[in-house]
């Protein structure tokens, strides 16, 4: 199995036949505590940055989607000072990147893009929101399932390494305030493109 197979299988089709629950774009406004957690009590501070991770459809109806979810970022760019980008990814994905040193912002646009693909009748082309920290260790992601409709954490280390003591620690630190994903086969690595830093890279 390939990258783009195991990703579509764990993050796709697969997660979608094994959920549990709905997922719900309002899960995300569970990082508004977490937020606080990660920096108060397990020394991690955010990296003022998340990323929506969806796959696209070659059609001019999704285009319109993704075109409105870019002007309704930009109406708001004035009000909350979110910047954004849209960009793919080596693996064929595609990425709405946000960055604003208020999470309570950043987390709100993100709910925004999201839902706007929902109300286009695209939440099935929905796969990640990403969330971005870093520790003296390095970086530190929680990673948010469309299809299973719960958070894991994603802590990567040099040459594809996960550091897993680090991501049960964050597992055992936010269960409370997020919803986690209980089956650890579907905590899969978001690795970042030959080159870049972070999954959206």
């Known amino acids: 199995m390939g990258l783009l197979d195991g990703l579509r299988a764990i993050l796709g089709s697969r997660a979608e036949t094994d959920a549990g629950r709905d997922a719900d774009p309002d899960d995300l406004f569970g990082m508004s505590t977490a937020y606080l957690t990660m920096q108060a009590d397990l020394g991690y501070e955010s990296l003022d940055v998340g990323a929506l991770c969806f796959s696209g459809v070659d059609s001019a109806a999704f285009r319109d989607a993704v075109d409105e979810v870019e002007a309704i970022l930009e109406a708001g760019r004035e009000e909350t000072g979110t910047a954004f980008s849209v960009t793919s990814d080596d693996h064929g994905y595609h990425w709405v990147v ?11 646009s993100m709910h925004f893009a999201a839902d706007t693909f929902i109300e286009h009748g695209y939440g099935s082309r929905l796969l990640a929101a990403v ?14 399932s469309f299809r299973r409709g719960r958070f894991y954490p994603f802590v990567p280390r040099s040459g594809r390494e996960r550091d897993s003591s680090a991501e049960f620690t964050l597992e055992s630190a936010l269960d409370g ?13 978001l690795w970042p493109s030959e080159g870049g830093t972070h999954p959206w890279e």
């Open 177 to 189: 305030e997020l919803e986690i994903e209980r089956e650890k086969e579907y905590w899969y690595p």
């Open 131 to 144: 969330f971005a920290y870093e520790n003296r260790d390095g970086p530190a992601y929680w990673i948010y």
């Open 98 to 108: 946000l960055a604003d040193d208020d999470p309570e912002d950043l987390i709100t």
